[in-house]
C-alpha cells in the first residue's frame, strides 16, 4: 500500500514538473524576435532599443532583458568607458532629453533640461563624458555637440558651429557628421543634404575627411587609430574604414538587401543595426554575423485592434486614373 501510494506520488510529481516543462517551453517558443535600433557594445553585453525601451543581451544573443518600461520612448543607448552605465535619451516628460541608468537597471537620471527640440545621446568621451547634441546651443537646423561631466554635472559646448553626431580618440581629435540624417532613408542620395565626415582637432579649422565621395558618411567611430563609418560608396550603406587623415578606404561589410544604419564598436567588436537585426562584426577576422534575440514580451503592438471609426484613421486618398479604384 505504502509502494502504490509513494507510485501515485511520484507519477503525480511527474506529471506536474511535466506540465511545468511543457508550460516553460510554450512561454519560451512564444518569445518573438523584434525591431532592433541604435545597438551598443561592451566587452560581452550588448543594449539596443526595441519596443520604446532599452534593452540588454549577451553577445551570443538569446532573451534579452528589459532595461526601461516607461510609457515613452527610450532611444540611442550607449555604454559608458567602464560599461557600468548606458546613456540614453527619452521622452519622459516631452521633448526628448539625457538620461542615464546602471547597466544592471535602476532609476534612472536626467542630465539635460535642453529648452529647445531635444537633446540626442552620442556617445561618450575616453574620459567618460557623455556626448550629445542638441539644437539648444544653435537653432532649429543647426544641431551641435556638448558634453557633461558627470562628476561635477557641468556642459561643455564643442566648438564646431554644426555637428549632429561625433566621436572623440584618446588624443581629443574629434571625427564628427555636421547634418542630420534627413536623408537617412533616401538611396544614393548626393546633393547638399548628404552627411559627410569631417576632423576637428580643438583649435584649427575643422577638415572634411570624406571629400572622395559625393553620397552619405555618417557615424564616425574610433578604434585602433582608424576611423570606421557608415557609407553608401558601393550602392548600398555599409561598414568602411579609413585613416585619420581620409585615406586607405577599407570595406568590412557587403549587404545588398538592407541598408546599415546605426553602428558602435568596442574592443575589436562592432555591433550594428541591419534590416530590423543586430549583426555582431568581428574586426580582426572580418566576419559579422547575425545575432539571433528574442524578447520576452506581450507585443502590444502587434495585438488585434477594433476601430468603431475608421475614417478617424484616414490621412490620404488616392484615386485611380480611372476612378474605379481608391487607394486609403
Known amino acids: 500500500m505504502k509502494i502504490l501510494v509513494s507510485f501515485n506520488w511520484i507519477k503525480i510529481l511527474s506529471i506536474y514538473v511535466l506540465g511545468f516543462t511543457i508550460g516553460s517551453s510554450q512561454v519560451v517558443a512564444q518569445s518573438l524576435t523584434g525591431y532592433y535600433q541604435h545597438p551598443d557594445i561592451h566587452n560581452n553585453t550588448i543594449v539596443f532599443a526595441a519596443e520604446g525601451d532599452i534593452w540588454k543581451v549577451a553577445i551570443e544573443g538569446g532573451l534579452a532583458q528589459r532595461l526601461t518600461t516607461h510609457t515613452e520612448e527610450e532611444k540611442h543607448p550607449v555604454f559608458s568607458p ?63 555637440l556638448a558634453t557633461i561631466d558627470v562628476n561635477t554635472q557641468k556642459k561643455s559646448i564643442i566648438p564646431l558651429h554644426q555637428a549632429n553626431e561625433g566621436t572623440q580618440n584618446e588624443n581629443g581629435i574629434w571625427f564628427f557628421s555636421p547634418l542630420n540624417g534627413f536623408n537617412g532613408h533616401v538611396k544614393r542620395y548626393q546633393g547638399g543634404w548628404a552627411r559627410q565626415i569631417w576632423k576637428f582637432d580643438g583649435e584649427n579649422e575643422a577638415v572634411k575627411l570624406t571629400t572622395d565621395h559625393l553620397g552619405e558618411s555618417f557615424n564616425p567611430m574610433w578604434y585602433d587609430s582608424r576611423v570606421y563609418f557608415i557609407t553608401d560608396r558601393d550602392g548600398m550603406k555599409n561598414i ?54 528574442q524578447l520576452t514580451s506581450d507585443f502590444e503592438h502587434l495585438r488585434e485592434t477594433w476601430m468603431t471609426k475608421t475614417t478617424d484613421y484616414i490621412t490620404s486618398v488616392n484615386p485611380d486614373p480611372a476612378g474605379e479604384k481608391v487607394r486609403v
Open 82 to 144: 567602464d560599461g557600468k552605465t548606458i546613456g540614453f535619451d527619452a521622452t519622459y516628460d516631452g521633448l526628448p532629453e539625457v538620461y542615464t541608468i546602471a547597466i544592471d537597471g535602476g532609476k534612472t537620471k536626467r542630465w539635460t533640461y535642453s529648452n529647445s527640440e531635444g537633446a540626442m545621446v552620442v556617445g561618450w568621451t575616453p574620459k567618460g563624458e557623455i556626448i550629445y547634441s542638441s539644437t539648444e546651443f544653435g537653432n532649429a537646423t543647426n544641431a551641435r
Open 240 to 293: 568602411w574604414s579609413m585613416n585619420e587623415a581620409g585615406k586607405d578606404l577599407k570595406q568590412h561589410t557587403y549587404h545588398t538587401d538592407f541598408d546599415v544604419r546605426s553602428a558602435n564598436v568596442h574592443a575589436g567588436k562592432m555591433v550594428y543595426q541591419h534590416g530590423a537585426d543586430v549583426w555582431l562584426l568581428d574586426i580582426a577576422s572580418g566576419k559579422y554575423i547575425k545575432v539571433d534575440i
